[in-house]
């Protein structure tokens, strides 16, 4: 029986139903109280769980978010009912971390990941085109270093406490979300009362989702960055037919819930600053195909027992807090009396998101093994 769902799995219809389920839960997540054109968005809601332990102090982005708890181990119990759970650690981890600080600034830059620009795309917002543009370029150039024997080294197999501290981790975060315990006066654990940290769908339907997707996740290996590499790098389209489907659905989806809204100025938190979407971008998807994985794969390879994508994942809650500590997020377009307020980032997001391009750059170019 399980070898028969696990050959499913690894079809080409294995990934379309996936990526179709995926598109249809997040619009459905927005219905259900999510904020608009952001079902799910793997970095923003890192970015709010940031908030909510207190390392960035943006009141409008914090929320322990149980989409992200359920992906982890959701992808946890299919590891285990598979018996593919392996704890392994050991490949540049230092350097995955960074790579995971950069990405988010990356991500915060454009205001949402790949799975978050799928959904703005289904969802209306062309801005998200320019931004999939951007991600694109940033897969393509990771592809290169790739071809040219770019490698972070392998991976080892060590001990299995490794690989349960994030699914241990999560659960930690669940009890927080569901006790909401005071530490101190006006302290942790935050919550926002306005803003996209206020929206957000019950708890448990949240971490229902976030469940489902992680096991169905990981059992086909869904990938957004993979998805992209895959046909750049081997002209496969096995995991693209997925991401298809993933905006296909999530577009038939809004057009039935009444949530698909045409416009590429002022379009529900995202900015129409070309530029800085397409870089931000770039960056994102350099440091997603350098690192191996697009942040949800990360969060399922962690779950799975992956030490070293774990260390990826807080790299990138860390860059969350050093984003908005540092004004390095992006603003959103705002209707201020009638008048467009074209968002954006500021000279220091700017800076960072350059300084990130030649960090990554950095590493593809000094990582390589010589090729025979």
């Keep these: 029986m399980l070898d028969r769902i696990t050959r499913f799995f690894a079809s080409r219809w294995g990934i379309i139903l996936v990526g179709a389920v995926i598109g249809i839960l997040g619009p459905v997540l927005q219905k259900l109280g999510n904020p608009p054109n952001m079902g799910i968005c793997v970095a923003c809601f890192e970015r709010d769980i940031a908030g909510a332990l207190g390392l960035h102090r943006a009141s409008v982005v914090q929320y322990i978010r149980p989409e992200i708890i359920g992906f982890v181990l959701g992808s946890t119990a299919a590891a285990l009912i598979f018996r593919e759970f392996k704890a392994r650690s050991g490949s540049a981890p230092i350097v995955r ?6 990405a988010m600034i990356g991500a915060l830059a454009f205001l949402g990941c790949p799975w978050r620009a799928g959904f703005r795309l289904a969802g209306g917002d ?7 543009a951007g991600l694109f370029v940033g897969i393509w150039i990771g592809v290169y270093f790739l071809r040219s024997g770019y490698t972070l080294g392998r991976s080892q197999k060590t001990y299995p ?3 349960w501290i994030m699914p241990l981790l999560m659960v930690g975060l669940l009890l927080l979300a569901i006790f909401k ?6 302290g942790a654990i935050f919550s926002s009362e306005s803003g996209p940290g206020s929206l957000h769908a019950p708890l448990l339907i949240s971490l229902g989702i976030g469940l489902l ?5 990981q059992r086909t290996r869904f990938c957004t960055m993979g998805a992209v590499r895959d046909v750049i790098l081997m002209r496969d389209f096995h995991l693209f037919s997925g991401l298809i489907a993933f905006i296909g659905f999530a577009f038939l989806t809004n057009l039935l819930l009444g949530q698909f809204n045409l416009g590429y100025r002022a379009m529900p938190v995202a900015h129409s600053s070309l530029l800085w979407n397409v870089l931000g971008m770039v960056l994102s998807g350099l440091a997603y195909a350098l690192a191996g994985g697009c942040p949800g794969r990360q969060l399922f390879l962690s779950g799975e027992g992956d030490g070293d994508s774990a260390v990826f994942v807080l790299g990138m809650i860390t860059g969350a807090g050093i984003a908005h500590n540092f004004n390095l997020a992006g603003k959103p377009d705002a209707i201020v009396e009638n008048v467009l307020q074209v968002g954006g980032l500021s000279s220091f997001g700017m800076i960072a998101v350059i ?12 990582m390589r093994e010589k090729m025979a």
């Excluded at 971390?97 to 950069?102: D, H, K, Q």
């Design 97 to 102: 971390y960074v790579l995971g600080v950069f």
């Design 161 to 163: 406490a490794v690989g």
């Design 126 to 132: 062309m801005t998200a085109a320019t931004g999939l």
């Design 213 to 217: 997707i992680g096991f169905l996740a």
């Design 355 to 366: 300084l990130g391009l030649v960090v990554c750059v950095t590493i593809g170019f000094t």
């Design 181 to 186: 315990p005071v530490f101190s006066e006006g």
